[in-house]
């Protein structure tokens, strides 16, 4: 079966770095555009980051663009969401997504991983 595992998340510092990861098993990784959404308490789920599926091309959203770096390994089944000067407000729920289309997001979900930012 289709499974997206996450893993990263944690507490840091403003100013701070972390790195998610989601392992991806049970379907055809190689085709499927992969994104990370997040949730805050209170927030509707919103998009951060999306890859193609060759990993050719990426968008990010306005408040993490420069900040953030996603990257795919194709042939470990794997998508990284690299997070640089965290900020109070990137405090959320981070969700690994498999989508076949780049422009809208796909069935597949992970469980999620917290993201605090806090001093």
């Known amino acids: 079966q289709v499974q997206l595992v996450e893993s990263g998340g944690g507490l840091v510092q403003p100013g701070g770095s972390l790195r998610l990861s989601c392992a991806a098993s049970?379907?055809?990784?190689?085709?499927?555009?992969m994104n990370w959404y997040r949730q805050a308490p209170g927030k509707e789920r919103e998009l951060v980051a999306r890859?193609?599926?060759?990993?050719?091309?990426?968008t990010y959203a306005a408040p993490v663009k420069g900040r953030f770096t996603i990257s795919r390994d194709n042939d470990k089944n794997t998508v990284t969401l690299q997070m640089d000067s965290l900020k109070p407000e990137d405090t959320a729920v981070y969700y690994c997504n498999a989508a076949r289309s780049y422009f809208s997001a796909g069935a597949y979900w992970g469980q999620g991983t917290q993201v605090t930012v806090s001093s």
């Open positions: 890859i193609s599926s060759s990993g050719n091309s990426n």
């Open positions: 049970g379907f055809t990784f190689s085709t499927y555009v």
